[in-house]
T-cell receptor, first 112, second 115 residues
């Protein structure tokens, strides 16, 4: 069964600090991996999309990594801001069917 | 540019009632999806469509029906509402390249409570 596991479940950091969120998956075959940010009461918004051949991709203060061999991805947030407080969701798209499997998300709270 | 529009934003249903959640996108996307998100859980795929006239079941389709008569619209129908269908429902759309790596856009969600 395709699964996406995220850790930690929740994280509290101080404004200005860095943090790293983890995503492990067992989806096969693999097409691509996405990180989404979901603010409370809103729909998810895409941060990055990574294909099999991409190891690192950045979007401003967000940097995602992908190790397709170990089936792991991470999302690093640099110099956190209060507006980074949200749920971060890892999604893996299955090749062929393009059916997405969602992780449960990591809830990030940035304190001033 | 409206993107993906869902209506209503909130709804309370009594057990056994029926309703349709509306979803419309103006980006000419061929793929559309319906998800439900329960508290503390990941989004689960209910139904999806790869184009007008084509729909398929996702992970949790029981109790729901969909139709895709046009590219723009993808309504989700609940025939006999049950408390287990209390959730937040998200509609999304995307267009896929040959490698399947294009972005999905989500609506703002519909919060449904069945009492």
């Amino acid at each position: 069964k395709n699964q996406v596991e995220q850790s930690p479940q929740s994280l509290i950091i101080l404004e200005g600090k860095n943090c790293t969120l983890q995503c492990n998956y067992t989806v096969s075959p693999f097409s691509n991996l996405r990180w989404y940010k979901q603010d409370t009461g809103r729909g998810p918004v895409s941060l990055t999309i990574m294909t099999f051949s991409e190891n690192t991709k950045s979007n401003g203060r967000y940097t995602a990594t992908l190790d397709a061999d170990t089936k792991q991805s991470s999302l690093h947030i640099t110099a956190s801001q209060l507006s980074d407080s949200a749920s971060y969701i890892c999604v893996v798209i299955s090749g062929g069917s393009y059916i997405p499997t969602f992780g449960r998300g990591t809830s990030l709270i940035v304190h001033p | 540019n409206a993107g993906v529009t869902q209506t209503p934003k909130f709804r309370i249903l009594k057990i056994g009632q029926s309703m349709t959640l509306q979803c419309a996108q103006d980006m000419n996307h061929n793929y559309m999806y319906w998800y439900r998100q329960d508290p503390g859980m990941g989004l689960k795929l209910i139904y999806y469509s790869v184009g007008a006239g084509i729909t398929d079941k996702g992970e949790v389709p029981n109790g729901y029906n969909v139709s895709r008569s046009t590219t723009e619209d993808f309504p989700l129908r609940l025939e006999l509402a049950a408390p287990s269908q209390t959730s937040v429902y998200f509609c999304a759309s995307s267009t896929l390249s040959g490698t399947g790596n294009t972005e999905a856009f989500f609506g703002q969600g519909t919060r449904l409570t069945v009492v």
